[in-house]
């Protein structure tokens, strides 16, 4: 009988505890519900399917073995953890997935006891699995702790520390690594799932625990002889000979789609004693949905799409991202400079990368999920005369700001950073947020840091930094599409320190740092109908500042608005320092910045993010009727509609 056409079971389960005495057969029957229901999720809502897909019957085995959330479960970057979700009583309202209000797109601490950590960056999830493992063992409790990592996230430098670590400690800790693209797998089959169950076993271990003892009698050269000799043994059938190196006990690979392979081989991990273990599991990104197999590239992250035929739903033609324009900037640059080289860390497509590489296979470089590395390679690079170009989401620029400082910054490296997703980045929530750069980088002496208004801006800010060959550069833009302006082929560099006015007025000056000068611009406008006329300009550079626009400004006019997609600690408060030190306060001027609130804004639409986050042309248009004295007036024009 066809396992879907029995019973369903899915709709039993909205907690793990419920599938713990299910058969085999019937939890067989729940991975195939539970893909067919994250098909129909993520089909109408968006989000990240293949990784998902690829992890159903892992989910289930995991979750049917280990008694969770006793036992601790973690999932690294989250892509994968919407069958998790489904199954921790999320079901029902993951139709609301990365919506406002909704489930987040990644594991929350704050939405389940399920969810022990929120990861949304990757190769986190053994550190933090080592400090659940330690903290269990200082409260003298015996849970597992459970770590799910991918084999992409195994190329940070911090998956291995946290492993040397965790052998070094000889922790209780496991680790799954989920191989999705037989990157590392020699091949699963019978025999190999039959090494894995035996090797751990607890006949097998014992037996291995025995030689050991009696190894210890022996003289300490013959014994670490006899160690070596039965790690190699295993690594020569199995594999896994560098976890070992690291202290881990390596167990696969396993078929990670056969839960008659997964459950036994979890149970004897699970029962085994102290010690680190590897678990080594082989899926399929995207398997189950044909369209997914077929293309897992383009089936990662996904927009509402049509289950029967997996055509993505695409939003009517506009104009191109920002991220399509660096890249084609870039492109254009290269073909004029050969000394241009570009670097991203694991993004390509994300970043545009992947048409430069296109177009200069030899001259792009991927780096992997290593932006500290990808950050000193490009120093290294920029040392011997080349012009590299390290395109970097703001966010995860973060996790390499050590090497910005010390290898970058303070040798005076000419690393031009181009750093993508500035801003509000909607449905990805706070963790993949651009809020930060521009106060973690303008802060360091030396460093050129720019943010473009519009795509004409992005393509002169690309020449612009091609020829910064004296410092480090930075230059944001936001993620999605441009303002529809007609680009040049080539951009024409700007001088280094110097904005630009584009409305003259004289009562309210805006002085715009980044892609809000639409919303400025319609600000400015709406003040009209207030009997207020408002100067519109663009700073372009944060650092070093245009004090003489900045001067200009503030001398000319009762208000000065700055307007920035950052944190405190930006653009604004690099004005108010000058306008302080200037003595621009002392005459009365009034100053007001309008920043990022100082809260982590959860996910939403861009534009619901910003007014949430007062930001847009209302908030603006408040924000300089109150520095007036109109309270009233800004009191209305809060509420008022566009």
């Given at each position: 009988m066809d396992i879907a056409a029995k019973t369903p079971l899915l709709d039993t389960v909205d907690d793990p505890a419920q599938m713990r005495g299910f058969s085999r057969d019937q939890l067989k029957q729940l991975a195939v519900e539970l893909r067919k229901e994250l098909v129909e999720i993520v089909s109408?809502?968006?989000?990240?399917?293949?990784?998902?897909?690829?992890?159903?019957?892992?989910?289930?085995?995991?979750?049917?073995?280990?008694?969770?959330?006793?036992?601790?479960?973690?999932?690294?970057?989250?892509?994968?953890?919407?069958?998790?979700?489904?199954l921790t009583g999320r079901r029902s309202r993951m139709r609301t997935l990365r919506q406002g209000g909704g489930i987040s797109g990644f594991t929350k601490r704050s939405e389940s006891?399920?969810?022990?950590?929120?990861?949304?960056?990757?190769?986190?999830?053994?550190?933090?699995?080592?400090?659940?493992?330690?903290?269990?063992?200082?409260?003298?409790?015996?849970?597992?702790?459970?770590?799910?990592?991918?084999?992409?996230?195994m190329s940070a430098g911090m998956a291995y520390e946290a492993m040397n670590n965790a052998g070094a400690m000889d922790a209780r800790l496991i680790v799954i690594l989920n191989d999705n693209d037989m990157s590392i797998a020699p091949p699963v089959g019978a025999m190999s799932a039959y090494l894995a169950r035996l090797v751990s076993s607890r006949t097998y271990r014992g037996f291995r625990y025995f030689l050991k003892r009696m190894a210890s009698h022996l003289p300490r050269p013959l014994r670490v002889s006899a160690k070596r000799a039965e790690e190699y043994a295993r690594g020569f059938w199995m594999g896994g000979t560098l976890f070992e190196e690291l202290g881990f006990f390596y167990v696969g690979p396993v078929d990670g789609h056969n839960l008659d392979h997964l459950i036994p081989i979890l149970e004897n991990v699970r029962d085994m004693g102290n010690g680190p273990v590897l678990v080594h599991v082989v899926t399929q990104k995207g398997k189950g949905y044909a369209p997914a197999e077929a293309s897992d590239d383009k089936y990662h992250g996904v927009s509402k799409f049509n289950v029967v035929t997996g055509e993505q739903k695409k939003a009517p033609p506009g104009p191109p991202s920002y991220t399509k324009v660096f890249a084609e900037a870039l492109i254009a640059e290269a073909e004029r400079d050969e000394k241009v080289v570009a670097i991203t860390a694991a993004m390509p497509s994300g970043t545009g990368l992947d048409l430069f590489a296109k177009k200069f296979p030899d001259r792009s470089f991927d780096v992997g999920i290593a932006e500290q590395h990808g950050v000193t390679f490009a120093a290294g690079l920029a040392a011997e005369g080349f012009r590299p170009f390290a395109a970097i989401y703001s966010t995860f620029l973060q996790r390499a700001?050590?090497?910005?400082?010390?290898?970058?910054?303070?040798?005076?490296?000419?690393?031009?950073?181009?750093?993508?997703?500035?801003?509000?980045v909607g449905a990805d929530g706070p963790t993949h947020a651009g809020s930060f750069d521009v106060a973690y980088l303008a802060t360091l002496p030396g460093f050129v840091v720019m943010a473009a208004a519009d795509e004409v801006e992005l393509i002169n800010m690309v020449a612009t930094a091609r020829l910064i060959d004296d410092r480090p550069s930075a230059f944001r833009y936001p993620r999605g599409e441009g303002t529809g302006l007609v680009r040049p082929k080539l951009g024409t560099p700007l001088e280094i320190g110097k904005g630009r006015i584009l409305r003259e007025g004289s009562s309210v000056a805006i002085l715009n740092f980044g892609a809000r000068l639409s919303e400025?611009?319609?600000?400015?406008?709406?003040?009209?109908?207030y009997v207020l006329s408002a100067t519109v300009a663009d700073a372009r550079f944060a650092k070093p500042l245009d004090t003489d626009l900045v001067r200009r400004l503030a001398q000319n006019h009762e208000v000065l608005l700055t307007v920035e997609e950052g944190s405190i600690g930006g653009f604004g408060a690099h004005v108010l320092h000058f306008a302080a030190w200037d003595g621009l306060l002392d005459c009365g001027l009034k100053i007001r910045d309008l920043i990022l609130p100082d809260k982590f804004l959860d996910q939403d639409t861009p534009e619901r993010m910003y007014a949430a986050a007062q930001l847009d042309a209302k908030a603006i248009v408040a924000a300089a009727l109150n520095a007036l004295g109109r309270e009233r007036d800004a009191a209305a024009a809060a509420v008022n509609s566009e």
């Open positions: 109408v809502t968006g989000g990240h399917l293949g990784a998902g897909l690829g992890v159903v019957e892992l989910t289930v085995a995991l979750h049917s073995v280990f008694d969770t959330p006793r036992d601790k479960l973690i999932w690294d970057v989250g892509h994968q953890s919407y069958p998790h979700k489904i006891v399920y969810d022990p950590f929120g990861a949304a960056h990757s190769s986190t999830s053994i550190s933090a699995g080592l400090g659940f493992a330690t903290a269990s063992k200082l409260a003298g409790e015996k849970n597992n702790v459970v770590a799910v990592i991918g084999d992409g996230a700001y050590d090497q910005v400082v010390h290898d970058v910054a303070i040798q005076s490296l000419p690393v031009r950073f181009a750093i993508d997703r500035a801003g509000l400025c611009l319609k600000a400015a406008d709406k003040l009209s109908a």
